[in-house]
């Protein structure tokens, strides 16, 4: 069969996702190695991004399947009627790591929520939110709620804990923020570069540092109260033009020839067990308390979304 005449598979996801860096390119070999088929990318600037794009075009663009939701979103996005039911059986997803059952979403990686900070310039970080309100000598980076997951998770996360107090604590770690970042690369590079002592990220990242780049100062702050799960998710979409090589992606997706690049190249934990190199992840990015999970609702989501921009107005 010549190239011309592969089937091609139209995949939406954060750019992140698809960079050099990121796990895509690696995916992207291991999935057109076992099938006649190429996989041709589209990316939107942020994971908050996706749902909106295709809510807006109706999927007139030809996607086959958006990855990169957060299971925040999963409720809004069945609203839409716009996904496909997957084949993926329950005995299969019994085997993951995590509880799954739903049956249009499938998890392909997951984390948890955490501030990112480097402990060369940071000897005593907070061990939970309260404390960190109180350090008025640390400035933070976050992400909007409106625009990105971390920041609608940050959000989700403190009114967990926080209740009708929300609005309340948001105020008094207002000063505290001196950026607010549209997307999580865009908040994570900033830190980076010196803008804040902390930024929103995961309890993970400390992961890419140590593995990636041979520096162990970066760690993750553990909050005594627990930490908010994120899960992510793919699905297909109902118009697709190709169902059958998208469920085959699906498949795919929860197989060792996927989830090996997630720890190494995602920065997230795969939601499978037998994954290489997964001891050296784990040795600098051990799980933390996990909060009761909240996340499978997005009946709140304004709610949190208010809290935080009660704190700006």
């Known amino acids: 069969m010549s190239l011309l005449s592969k089937e091609q598979l139209n995949i939406l996801t954060y750019d992140s996702f698809i960079s050099d860096w990121g796990?895509?390119?690696?995916?992207?070999k291991s999935f057109e190695s076992r099938c006649s088929c190429?996989?041709?990318?589209i990316t939107a600037d942020s994971s908050g991004a996706l749902l909106s794009r295709v809510k807006l075009?109706?999927?007139?663009?030809?996607i086959d399947i958006l990855m990169g939701l957060?299971?925040?979103l999963m409720s809004e996005a069945k609203e839409t009627n716009l996904f496909e039911t997957h084949s993926i059986n329950s005995s299969t997803l019994s085997n993951l790591n995590i509880s799954w059952n739903?049956?249009?979403?499938?998890?392909?990686?997951?984390?948890?929520f955490s501030f990112i900070y480097n402990s060369f310039n940071l000897s005593n970080p907070p061990t939970?939110?309260?404390?960190?309100?109180?350090?008025?000598?640390?400035?933070?980076i976050i992400m909007d709620p409106r625009t990105s997951t971390p920041g609608?998770?940050?959000?989700?996360?403190?009114?967990?804990?926080?209740?009708?107090?929300?609005?309340?604590?948001?105020?008094?770690?207002?000063?505290?923020?001196?950026?607010?970042?549209?997307?999580?690369?865009?908040?994570?590079?900033?830190?980076?570069?010196?803008?804040?002592?902390?930024?929103?990220?995961?309890?993970?990242?400390?992961?890419y540092h140590a593995i990636a780049e041979g520096d162990e100062t970066?760690?993750?702050?553990?909050?005594?109260?627990?930490?908010?799960?994120?899960?992510?998710?793919?699905?297909?979409?109902?118009?697709?033009q190709n169902k059958q090589l998208a469920d085959q992606f699906m498949q795919f997706s929860i197989s060792s020839g996927f989830q090996n690049f997630i720890p190494n190249g995602n920065w997230m934990y795969p939601v499978i067990d037998e994954v290489e190199g997964i001891e050296s992840f784990y040795r600098y990015a051990p799980k933390p308390s996990n909060l009761d999970r909240i996340f499978g609702s997005t009946s709140d989501r304004t709610t949190w979304i208010k809290s935080w921009s009660s704190s700006i107005e």
């Open 38 to 41: 190429t996989i041709n990318w």
């Open 70 to 72: 957060d299971d925040s």
């Open 23 to 28: 796990p895509g390119p690696n995916i992207q």
């Open 102 to 112: 739903d049956e249009i979403f499938l998890p392909f990686d997951y984390g948890f």
């Open 128 to 140: 939970s939110f309260d404390q960190l309100a109180q350090r008025n000598d640390i400035s933070i």
């Open 218 to 240: 970066y760690k993750a702050m553990i909050f005594e109260e627990g930490h908010a799960e994120q899960i992510e998710v793919l699905a297909i979409l109902k118009n697709s």
């Open 57 to 62: 075009s109706k999927n007139k663009e030809g």
């Open 152 to 207: 609608l998770g940050l959000a989700k996360w403190i009114y967990q804990l926080k209740g009708d107090s929300s609005n309340e604590f948001w105020k008094s770690l207002q000063d505290q923020i001196v950026i607010t970042a549209k997307s999580w690369s865009d908040g994570y590079g900033l830190f980076l570069e010196g803008e804040a002592d902390i930024v929103l990220s995961y309890t993970t990242s400390p992961a």
